[in-house]
């Protein structure tokens, strides 16, 4: 079996969602924010067939947008996006450096039993079944994870998520580590649960880091679709 199989199978019957414009959130001479729709890909898939993407919504209007950062196909919310590759170079060392700060928001399975806390469980690629991450406390990376619910109803959560690291995947493997996965998370959660949800239930929705050129703290917010 091909390592690749699980991938592949994964965006089989990918279908982007339309293109109704770009939702813009900001935009400015040095860089752009973008409100993501959950189902399309942040950069082109492999084939012709995965080459709709939102780097490439934005650059038939934004010639000079460059990627800084990247949302999981299905995740919603907040992407930024520099303008040319000086401010590309400045922003993406401020997401390497963990100076940008990022909030997310989701509904899990379950009832969290504690109000806040913080997932600290390292993280690695589980490469026989790529694209999922596993937790691996010998050779996984760290990965730190803040929570605070928001509220509870009788089977699920709502949840704020602030992600310390930015490991792939990693709200979606913490939560499924304290038992309660995302709702519409066909990799980490039940079989068939994002047809029943309709989604993944996980949307970007608020991102702060200096701005490149003038370097004063710079706040974005996108609210919550579900």
């Given at each position: 079996m091909s390592t690749d199989e699980p991938l592949t199978h994964q965006l089989a019957d990918y279908q982007p969602p339309p293109d109704n414009g770009l939702a813009l959130l900001y935009e400015d001479e040095h860089l752009l924010a973008i409100d993501?729709?959950?189902?399309?890909?942040?950069?082109?898939?492999r084939g012709e067939r995965m080459a709709d993407c939102l780097i490439a919504r934005v650059q038939a209007r934004f010639a000079d947008a460059l990627v800084v950062h990247r949302l999981d196909m299905d995740t919603?919310?907040?992407?930024?996006?520099?303008?040319?590759?000086?401010?590309?170079?400045l922003m993406s060392q401020q997401f390497m450096d963990r100076q940008v700060d990022k909030r997310y928001e989701a509904i899990a399975h379950g009832v969290l039993k504690d109000d806040e806390g913080e997932i600290d469980l390292p993280l690695i690629t589980d490469w026989p079944r790529r694209p999922r991450q596993k937790v691996d406390p010998d050779?996984?990376?760290?990965?730190?994870?803040?929570?605070?619910?928001?509220?509870?109803?009788?089977d699920r959560s709502r949840v704020s998520l602030e992600p310390v690291t930015g490991r792939s995947h990693q709200l979606r493997v913490h939560l499924m580590a304290?038992?309660?996965?995302?709702?519409?998370?066909?990799?980490?959660?039940?079989?068939?649960?994002?047809?029943?949800?309709?989604?993944?239930?996980?949307?970007?929705?608020?991102?702060?880091?200096?701005?490149?050129?003038?370097?004063?703290?710079?706040?974005?917010?996108?609210?919550?679709?579900?």
């Open positions: 993501k729709p959950a189902g399309l890909l942040s950069v082109p898939g919603s919310g907040i992407v930024l996006l520099a303008r040319g590759p000086a401010m590309q170079r050779i996984g990376k760290p990965s730190l994870t803040r929570f605070h619910v928001l509220q509870r109803q009788a304290l038992g309660h996965p995302i709702v519409g998370d066909d990799l980490y959660g039940p079989a068939g649960d994002r047809v029943r949800a309709g989604r993944l239930m996980l949307h970007a929705c608020d991102i702060t880091l200096a701005h490149p050129v003038t370097g004063q703290p710079f706040r974005l917010a996108c609210p919550c679709p579900f």
